[in-house]
């Protein structure tokens, strides 16, 4: 269950970032997080609204935009994305090659604030 450090984590963020620029009541805050990050949107929220009680972020609402993961292919150059609930070997869609890089798909990003 490493949602629970990822949500103490996020919280923690916002209420620095409270604190540093005031307001006194989180509403929302947005995250990006990365397809391979395995993280489950209702879990960051079940946890969040756990840990945030009594603070400035109770009963704040948590926003998730996922990026998909993609690779950059050493061989031929060109990039594709990949189910990764599919188990399979992972090679490049149009050349074969095992050579890539990760792109996008790990991010975990606190990307907005909204506090009032
Ligand atoms: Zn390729």
Redesign the pocket.
Known sequence: MHELAVTKSILKLALDHTARNGGTQILKIHLVIGEMRNLEEDWIQRYFDYIAKGTPAQGAVINVAKTPVVFA?K????SFSTDLHVDQKLV?I????FE?DLVTGRELIVEKIEVC
């Open positions: 292919c061989t031929c150059g060109r490049c149009h050349c074969g090659s890539y």
